[in-house]
Every structure is written in C-alpha cells, then in structure tokens.
C-alpha cells in the first residue's frame, strides 16, 4: 500500500491531510492534532469524499483519546460536520464500540479503518473493471478516486483497475461545479498516473453522449439507500438520466460502508445545503453579483431505477436493490465473523 496515493498521513499521533482545496496548484498538507482540528478540515472540504471523511473521523477520535479529550463530545462534533456522507456516521459509531476506549485501542480501529478502505477499493477495482468495455471514453463526475478514499478510489478505482487489465479505456471529466473537484481533482489523479484524460464542463455530456463518445458513466457515492436509491455530488442525477436516454450503462462504485440499509430510498436521505456564497464566487472571485439570490446543495438523489449497476468490494449489486445490497451486506459481516 506504501505506493497507493492517499489523501491521509498518520504519524507520531498526528494526522495530516493533503489539502484538496489548493490542488491541483500546491500540494499543501494540513496538521491535525485534534478532533476538533480534523471536524473543521472536514466541513471546510479540506478534505471530503464520503470513504475519506469516514476515515478522517475515525482519526479525528483516536486524536481525541490521544490527547484525553471527551470522546463523545468529540464524536459529536464530528457528526455534526457532514449531513449526507454516511461513512461518516459509520467510521465514528465502529470506533465508540471500541473496547477498552484507550489511545492504543482507538489508534488501532482507526489505522484497521483505513487500511480496510484502501483494500476494498482494489477490491471494487478487481469486481468492477470487468463491466467497462475493452475500449471507449467513460464519462465520470466529480472525484471518486484516491483522493475521495482511503486511497486508490472507488469510481477511479475501477477505471485504474481496467487499464491494468490492458483495456484502452479513457476518461472524459465533469468539471463538477461549485468546487471542480472533477477539473482540479479527478485530472490531477489520472494525469499522474498516465491515463488519458479530456476535462468537460458539465453541460457538456449530453453532447458527447448523444454523439456516441461515451461507452459508459461511473460515479462514486456518499449514501446508497436500501432500495439502491444513489446519493452523490450534485449534477450526479442529470448524468444518470442522460445515459438513460442514451443507453448507455451508468455504474455506481462505493464500499459497503457507503450502503444504509436503514435508510428505505433517497427520500429519506439528508441532502446537506451549503452557504450560497460558493455558488457566487469561486477561489475568492466574484462570479456573479453578491446580492444574487443562489442554492447549493450539495448533493441529488439518482433513482435506483436509472442505475445500470453498484460495485461494492464483496461484488456487484444489480436490481432488484433491495435483495442484492442486503446480500452483499450480509456476506461482508458474516467474512468479518459478526452475526
């Protein structure tokens, strides 16, 4: 794992986090020597993606045990970072069913956390490369990849996976707006690694899919209701219908951390609404007039319905959802030995 690129560094009691909102410009990594430290990184997206936010939060708790602060109050200050990524709620509710809650133990499920994140994401690497064509653009939004994980990724993961299995897969990238996590983050991985890349604003995909440019569409996920209902950055639902207009196949990629089956469809799911000033400005830029009214949600719901398939590290889900996922789920606690 040493050379899986990672957006987490844990040393001497001290997490660092690469700061993804200076990239791809400056590699900047942020100290965090606090839970209260790692909650702001979270809220301020110094770092995000649902597997990285959980794995953070699990670090954010063994910080907390470290420097002998109040554990639930820490969780609690966690929770409150995030509304919609449920890896999140996950990591921080496995870490408080540590027992005994000592430093060392919490220091443990925390480096178990992340390093189980990083082998599910070759795991849904290996199942799901298999159900990308041997040639084609594949179409992706947002940023699914090491950067979004513990590391490797999970929709990039995929795509990774492919082109070491010798498939001619390139990669066509949403732009992603507000925060272009698609143009920033998504190009800045997969030109490192020497797969071709062409960036996209995002009004742009019904014309290269209506042309026939694109073979299929793969995103990643922060909540994946029961009923295989898909939460995921916003624009992600517009993506989806596209590719149904145009039959073309539209993946999901995400651990099994990422499934609620709690949660019975997308209607229930919270949809976190950020401060409207990152929709008028961009980098500190106006980019419309201050006094304009503007939304942002942060996050769509994507109907099962519109979903060709979801790549989990325990295999591939298909409709119906609601058999599958808890299948997958099953099977994941009974390899863990829990009932």
Same mark, same amino acid.
């Given at each position: 794992?040493?050379?899986?690129?990672?957006?987490?560094?844990?040393?001497?009691?001290?997490?660092? &986090?690469?700061?993804?909102?200076?990239?791809?410009?400056? !590699?900047?990594?942020?100290? +965090?020597?606090? =839970?209260? /430290?790692?909650?702001?990184?979270?809220?301020?997206?110094?770092?995000?993606?649902?597997?990285?936010?959980?794995? %953070?939060?699990?670090?954010?708790?063994?910080?907390?045990?470290?420097?002998? !602060?109040?554990?639930?109050?820490?969780?609690?200050?966690?929770?409150? *970072? #995030?509304?919609?990524?449920?890896?999140?709620?996950?990591?921080?509710?496995?870490? &408080?069913?540590?027992?005994?809650?000592?430093?060392?133990?919490?220091? #443990?499920?925390?480096?178990?956390?992340?390093?189980?994140?990083?082998?599910?994401?070759?795991?849904?690497?290996?199942?799901?490369?298999?159900?990308?064509?041997?040639?084609? @653009?594949?179409? *992706?939004?947002?940023?699914?990849? =090491?950067?979004? *994980?513990?590391?490797?990724?999970?929709? &990039?993961?995929?795509?990774? @996976?492919?082109?070491?299995?010798?498939?001619?897969?390139?990669?066509?990238?949403?732009?992603?707006?507000?925060?272009?996590?698609?143009?920033?983050?998504?190009?800045?991985?997969?030109?490192?690694?020497?797969?071709?890349?062409?960036?996209?604003?995002?009004?742009?995909?019904?014309?290269?899919?209506?042309?026939?440019?694109?073979?299929?569409?793969?995103?990643?996920? /922060?909540?994946?209701?029961?009923?295989?209902?898909?939460?995921?950055?916003?624009?992600?639902?517009?993506?989806?219908?596209?590719?149904?207009?145009?039959?073309?196949?539209?993946?999901?990629?995400?651990?099994?951390?990422?499934?609620?089956?709690? @949660?019975?469809?997308? $209607?229930?799911?919270?949809?976190?609404?950020?401060?409207?000033?990152?929709?008028?400005?961009? +980098?500190?830029?106006?980019?419309?007039?201050?006094?304009?009214?503007?939304?942002?949600?942060?996050? $769509?719901?994507?109907?099962?319905?519109?979903? @060709?398939?979801?790549?989990? !590290?325990?295999?591939?889900?298909?409709?119906?959802?609601?058999?599958?996922?808890?299948?997958?789920?099953? !099977?994941?606690?009974?390899? %863990?030995?829990?009932?």
């Amino acid at each position: 794992m040493a050379d899986i690129l990672s957006p987490l560094r844990w040393q001497s009691g001290v997490l660092s &986090l690469l700061d993804q909102r200076r990239l791809p410009a400056q !590699e900047i990594w942020i100290r +965090c020597e606090r =839970a209260a /430290d790692v909650a702001g990184a979270i809220r301020s997206m110094v770092v995000r993606g649902a597997p990285a936010i959980g794995c %953070a939060a699990a670090f954010g708790l063994a910080l907390a045990a470290l420097r002998g !602060e109040d554990i639930e109050g820490a969780a609690a200050g966690l929770r409150a *970072t #995030r509304p919609t990524a449920v890896n999140l709620f996950w990591a921080i509710e496995r870490m &408080l069913g540590v027992r005994p809650r000592s430093a060392e133990a919490l220091e #443990r499920e925390a480096l178990a956390i992340w390093h189980a994140d990083i082998e599910a994401c070759l795991a849904i690497g290996r199942h799901g490369a298999p159900l990308l064509p041997d040639r084609g @653009t594949v179409l *992706t939004h947002c940023n699914a990849g =090491a950067l979004a *994980t513990g590391g490797y990724g999970t929709a &990039l993961g995929v795509i990774r @996976t492919a082109r070491e299995m010798g498939k001619q897969i390139q990669v066509m990238a949403d732009e992603t707006r507000p925060f272009l996590q698609g143009a920033r983050l998504t190009t800045w991985e997969l030109l490192r690694d020497g797969i071709p890349t062409t960036l996209i604003a995002d009004g742009m995909a019904g014309y290269f899919l209506k042309r026939g440019d694109i073979v299929a569409a793969i995103v990643g996920a /922060d909540r994946i209701a029961r009923n295989g209902d898909v939460a995921n950055k916003i624009g992600t639902y517009p993506v989806a219908v596209l590719c149904r207009t145009h039959q073309v196949p539209f993946l999901v990629a995400a651990p099994l951390s990422t499934v609620d089956l709690a @949660t019975p469809s997308g $209607d229930q799911i919270p949809i976190e609404e950020r401060d409207p000033a990152e929709v008028r400005s961009f +980098c500190g830029i106006a980019v419309a007039p201050p006094d304009v009214e503007a939304r942002h949600p942060a996050f $769509d719901v994507t109907p099962a319905g519109y979903v @060709t398939a979801i790549i989990t !590290e325990k295999g591939v889900a298909r409709p119906p959802y609601e058999d599958s996922l808890p299948a997958l789920a099953g !099977e994941a606690r009974r390899a %863990a030995g829990k009932p």
